[in-house]
């Protein structure tokens, strides 16, 4: 589905990430995970294109994408919940909604689909989305990212920042996008306990590197750990 070759990343004139190399597989969820500062947000910014790339290769479906815009990107099947969820607090929970038909071209209407994952969403239509809690203000990034009916979601610190009874629901409806929606997902998190649980391969980052990786079933998660935290 994803395939990342030997990407690397600038802000200006510093390389954040030398060479990263990653693959989500279709219908898989993949996590990445590090601790602070490593570059896990920058490694899903060069996925959508916004920051500087200057070397390698990033293939959707086989075709690769790493000189299209963010917008094109998007268009072409990644929904993307930006880290610290970036929902507009004055605009009601609908319009949020409805700003992510405009990868489509405004063309479409809000799923069923998309209430039944998050039955809070549809209570609160008319609610400004300021005056939802961190919890729902997710619910509501995420599901303004599958409006538009992605391909892949990826996600940034989906739990950051989130009551501990939440996260809960938040990783309950990840799987069921997954699993009832078919879609591919790709998350970056710090909190490794939520996302071994849910994902089915993952990738440790540190300094901008990838230094470990496999499959969630096979994963020894004090070794991640460790990796995780040496400094
Ligand atoms: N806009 C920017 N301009 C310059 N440097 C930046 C910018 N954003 C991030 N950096 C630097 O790039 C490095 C990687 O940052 P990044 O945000 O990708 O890390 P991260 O792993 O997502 O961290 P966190 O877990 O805190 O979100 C850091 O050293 C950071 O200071
Ligand atoms: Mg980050």
């Known amino acids: 589905m994803l395939e990342i070759k030997d990407v690397s990343a600038w802000y200006g004139e510093s390389r954040i990430i030398p060479s990263l190399s990653m693959n989500v597989p279709a219908g898989e969820i993949v996590c990445l995970v590090g601790r602070n500062g490593v570059g896990?947000?920058?490694?899903?910014?060069?996925?959508?294109?916004?920051?500087?790339?200057?070397?390698?290769?990033?293939?959707?479906?086989?075709?690769?994408?790493?000189?299209?815009?963010?917008?094109?990107?998007?268009?072409?099947?990644?929904?993307?919940?930006?880290?610290?969820?970036?929902?507009?607090?004055?605009?009601?929970?609908?319009?949020?909604?409805?700003?992510?038909?405009?990868?489509?071209?405004?063309?479409?209407?809000?799923?069923?689909?998309?209430?039944?994952?998050?039955?809070?969403?549809?209570?609160?239509?008319?609610?400004?989305?300021?005056?939802?809690s961190g919890g729902q203000q997710q619910q509501l990034a995420i599901a303004r990212a599958l409006v538009s009916h992605p391909k892949i979601l990826i996600l940034d610190e989906p739990t950051e920042g989130i009551q501990p009874s939440i996260i809960e629901d938040i990783a309950s409806a990840i799987q069921r996008v997954n699993s009832k929606l078919g879609i591919t997902v790709l998350i970056v998190e710090q909190y490794l306990d939520f996302v071994l649980s849910v994902s089915n391969r993952y990738y440790v980052m540190d300094k901008g590197e990838i230094t470990l990786s496999g499959l969630t079933k096979d994963a020894d998660s004090e070794l991640i750990q460790s990796k995780m935290s040496i400094g």
Not at 76 to 96: A, D, M
């Open 40 to 132: 896990k947000s920058t490694s899903l910014k060069s996925i959508m294109g916004m920051v500087k790339t200057t070397s390698g290769s990033i293939l959707l479906n086989g075709e690769e994408i790493i000189r299209k815009k963010t917008y094109e990107r998007a268009s072409l099947g990644i929904g993307f919940v930006p880290q610290g969820r970036e929902i507009f607090p004055q605009l009601t929970v609908e319009e949020n909604l409805e700003l992510g038909l405009q990868v489509n071209g405004g063309k479409g209407k809000i799923g069923e689909e998309i209430f039944e994952l998050f039955p809070i969403i549809k209570t609160f239509l008319k609610r400004k989305g300021g005056n939802l």
